[in-house]
T-cell receptor
Framework: AQSVTQPDIHITVSEGASLELRCNYS??????LFWYVQSPGQGLQLLLK??????LVQGIKGFEAEFKRSQSSFNLRKPSVHWSDAAEYFCAVGAGYGGATNKLIFGTGTLLAVQP | NAGVTQTPKFQVLKTGQSMTLQCAQDMNHEYMSWYRQDPGMGLRLIHY???????DQGEVPNGYNVSRSTTEDFPLRLLSAAPSQTSVYFC?????????????FGPGTRLLVL
């Protein structure tokens, strides 16, 4: 069965510093992967997604993620963090038949704090 | 388009009470889902629907009922609320795309069961 692990529960970075949030998945075939962001008291907003093709995926707000099959990872990166990036970030994998994304399995999330 | 809307935003129930969480979307999406979010556990799928009249169970379906009589609406029913159902509930929708659906989430309903 598919699963997602986000090893870091909480991360603090300084404003302007680079960011990398880790995501590891478990799935036998090529997975369909997502990153969502949740600001306090808000719903989930899609940052980016990977279905196939180029393993480096660009998203909104200056985020990117790289799919690495050999490491079963889909880490999220941003070169320079802004205070408004403080939020909780969730990685998810398609869990429907054949990895379809009508059902999603989520990681437990990483809470990002940004220091001025 | 309003996207995915959920009502109410907040609700307090007593143990044993029943209620319905409403979810509506105006994007003509075939797929709709309900998730619950608990601290340290991420989001877990409760029930989902691939079209009007078709529903199926997700990861944590016990204590919840759903039906899908129209494309637009996908209500979630708690028949007899329990404190373990205290959570934040999110509804999501997506259009059919050959297994590559992108789910869009509503703002959530915060439920407290006393």
């Amino acid at each position: 069965a598919q699963s997602v692990t986000q090893p870091d529960i909480h991360i603090t970075v300084s404003e302007g510093a680079s960011l990398e949030l880790r995501c590891n998945y478990s799935y036998g075939a090529t997975p369909y992967l997502f990153w969502y962001v949740q600001s306090p008291g808000q719903g989930l907003q899609l940052l980016l997604k990977y279905f196939s093709g180029d393993t480096l995926v660009q998203g909104i707000k200056g985020f990117e993620a790289e799919f690495k099959r050999s490491q079963s990872s889909f880490n999220l990166r941003k070169p320079s963090v802004h205070w408004s990036d403080a939020a909780e970030y969730f990685c998810a994998v398609g869990a429907g038949y054949g990895g379809a994304t009508n059902k999603l399995i989520f990681g437990t999330g990483t809470l990002l704090a940004v220091q001025p | 388009n309003a996207g995915v809307t959920q009502t109410p935003k907040f609700q307090v129930l007593k143990t044993g009470q029943s209620m319905t969480l409403q979810c509506a979307q105006d994007m003509n999406h075939e797929y709709m889902s309900w998730y619950r979010q608990d601290p340290g556990m991420g989001l877990r799928l409760i029930h989902y629907s691939v079209g009007a009249g078709i529903t199926d169970q997700g990861e944590v379906p016990n204590g919840y009922n759903v039906s899908r009589s129209t494309t637009e609406d996908f209500p979630l029913r708690l028949l007899s609320a329990a404190p373990s159902q205290t959570s934040v509930y999110f509804c999501a929708s997506s259009y059919r795309d050959r297994g590559r659906e992108t789910q869009y989430f509503g703002p959530g309903t915060r439920l407290l069961v006393l």
